[in-house]
């Protein structure tokens, strides 16, 4: 059974830094691309960021540019988002999904994020 | 990476048709056979639904459909039940390895 969950959501201040986590289970993470959505509260959803299954190819939406950093961890079976410079608007629920035939088709719970001004 | 234009609401009565708009350009929904279709519950993650404009995932019933004409992806649910209301996202490639998704229609069974 596929399985992704992520962790490492918070209360954070603005300007702040947080690294979300999201640990895969159930498929051969090292042979799919990886996405971050995010979902503000009654808002929806965004793409945020994605890798190639290597990690070396990432790619963001120009919002998040320079601020965020989409990082994995193959061997442990590990997606991350390194989020910095966070601003009131970054406030959202963020999703790992897996990228299968250019949809995200697997998805996560998620994990709140909430920037304090 | 404009997001792709949904109606905020659709609703029809059980064992009717529905069928949900999305359009973008040709950019993104215009440019590739690559629309998915999301549904939501409150509180919950999404799940795929559609995939490459007209495809099923396993077990998903068949009376979700989709189609795309030009710059407009559509998503139809036929059979309307009442578990179908829900939140419904669209979402295209757009591209040099980015994708945008709609705003959302909320769906509503009578």
């Known amino acids: 059974e596929v399985q992704l969950v992520e962790s490492g959501g918070g209360l954070v201040q603005r300007e702040g830094s947080l690294r979300l986590s999201c640990a895969v289970s159930?498929?051969?993470?090292?042979?799919?691309?990886m996405t971050w959505v995010r979902q503000a509260p009654g808002k929806g959803l965004e793409w945020v960021a994605a890798?190639?299954?290597?990690?070396?190819?990432?790619y963001y939406v120009d919002s998040v540019k320079g601020r965020f950093t989409i990082s994995r961890d193959n061997a442990q079976n590990s997606l991350y988002l390194q989020m910095n410079s966070l601003r009131a608007d970054d406030t959202a629920m963020y999703y790992c999904?897996?990228?299968?035939?250019?949809?995200?088709?697997?998805w996560g719970q998620g994990t709140l994020v909430t920037v304090s001004s | 990476q404009s997001a792709l234009t949904q109606p905020p609401s659709a609703s029809g009565s059980p064992g009717q048709s529905v069928t949900i708009s999305c359009t973008g350009t040709?950019?993104?929904?215009?440019?590739?056979?690559?629309v998915s279709w999301y549904q939501q519950y409150p509180g919950k993650a999404p799940k795929l639904m559609i995939y490459?404009?007209?495809k099923r995932p396993s077990g998903v019933p068949d009376r979700f459909s989709g189609s795309k004409s030009g710059n407009t992806a559509s998503l139809t649910v036929s059979g309307l039940q009442a578990e179908d209301e829900a939140d419904y996202y669209c979402?295209?490639?757009?591209?040099?390895?980015?994708?945008?998704f709609g705003g959302g229609t909320k769906l509503t069974v009578l």
């Open positions: 999904a897996t990228v299968s035939y250019w949809a995200s088709a697997s």
């Open positions: 490459e404009v007209t």
């Open positions: 040709s950019r993104d929904i215009g440019g590739y056979d690559h």
């Open positions: 979402s295209s490639y757009a591209g040099s390895n980015s994708w945008v």
């Open positions: 159930g498929f051969t993470f090292s042979s799919f691309w």
């Open positions: 890798i190639e299954p290597g990690g070396s190819e990432k």
